[in-house]
C-alpha cells in the first residue's frame, strides 16, 4: 500500500520568514495530494490540495508543489504568523473513493 | 461550505458504558463518511469507512462489536463506543466525502473527546 513520509516532525520559523514542509509518497499511482491543519483540539482542516495534472499551486500565502516523477511535494508558507502555529499533515491517494494515506504530521511553531 | 459537524464536543463516562458520537455533514450529502481515532502527538488512524445504507467497513485490529458504526442518512453517521474502557479514551474525528464534486476531497469534523474514567 501507500506509505507517507512528512518531514520535519517540528519546525520552528520567526514570524515573517517562509516554512516548508516536505512529503514524499511511494505509490505512483496516486494523484491526489491534500495539505490539512490541525490546531490544538480540533479536527484537520483542508488548506489547499492539488492534483497530478497540475505541478504548483498557490493559495495566498500558501503553495504547494507536485514533483510526479520524483514522488515528493511540498507545502510553502510565505510570511509566517503565529496563527500559522498548528499541526500540518499532508496526504495521498489515487482519487475516487481512495482512502487517503497521511503523514505523520509537522508541528509548525511561529514565534512572535 | 463542506462543514462537519460532531457531537459531543468531549464526554467523560465511567467504565463499562457506552458512548454515541454523532458526525454529521450540514451543508452536503455524504454516502461515505470515515471514522479516525487519533492519540496525542500523532497522526489520524482510520478506524473504519461507514457507508450510507450498508454495513460499515473496518480496520484490521478495529473491533467491530466494540465500534459500532451506523449511517444511517446521507448526513449522519454515528459512532458507539460500547463497553468503554480507559484505553479507549482518546480524540475521536470523523471526515465526510461529498457525493458530489470530486470524491477525494475529505472535510473534518472539530473531533470528539473521549475520556474513560
Known amino acids: 500500500g501507500e506509505n507517507v513520509e512528512q518531514h520535519p516532525s517540528t519546525l520552528s520559523v520567526q514570524e515573517g520568514d517562509s516554512a516548508v514542509i516536505k512529503c514524499t509518497y511511494s505509490d505512483s499511482a496516486s494523484n491526489y495530494f491534500p495539505w490539512y491543519k490541525q490546531e490544538l483540539g480540533k479536527g484537520p482542516q483542508l488548506i489547499i490540495d492539488i492534483r497530478s495534472n497540475v505541478g504548483e499551486k498557490k493559495d495566498q500565502r500558501i503553495a504547494v508543489t507536485l514533483n510526479k516523477t520524483a514522488k515528493h511535494f511540498s507545502l510553502h508558507i510565505t510570511e509566517t504568523q503565529p496563527e500559522d502555529s498548528a499541526v500540518y499533515f499532508c496526504?495521498?491517494?489515487?482519487?475516487?473513493?481512495?482512502?487517503?494515506?497521511f503523514g505523520r504530521g509537522t508541528s509548525l511553531i511561529v514565534h512572535p | 461550505g463542506a462543514v462537519v459537524s460532531q457531537h459531543p464536543s468531549r464526554v467523560i463516562c465511567k467504565s463499562g458504558t457506552s458512548v454515541k458520537i454523532e458526525c454529521r455533514s450540514l451543508?452536503?450529502?455524504?454516502?461515505?463518511m470515515f471514522w479516525y481515532r487519533q492519540f496525542p502527538k500523532q497522526s489520524l488512524m482510520l478506524m473504519a469507512t461507514s457507508n450510507e445504507g450498508s454495513k460499515a467497513t473496518y480496520e484490521q485490529g478495529v473491533e467491530k462489536d466494540k465500534f459500532l458504526i451506523n449511517h444511517a442518512s446521507l448526513t449522519l453517521s454515528t459512532l458507539t463506543v460500547t463497553s468503554a474502557h480507559p484505553e479507549d479514551s482518546s480524540f475521536y474525528i470523523c471526515?465526510?466525502?461529498?457525493?458530489?464534486?470530486?470524491?477525494?476531497?475529505?472535510?473534518f469534523g472539530p473531533g470528539t473527546r473521549l475520556l474513560v474514567l
Open positions: 471526515s465526510a466525502g461529498p457525493s458530489a464534486g470530486p470524491q477525494e476531497t475529505q472535510y
Open positions: 496526504a495521498a491517494s489515487k482519487g475516487g473513493s481512495y482512502i487517503p494515506t
Open positions: 451543508d452536503f450529502q455524504a454516502t461515505t
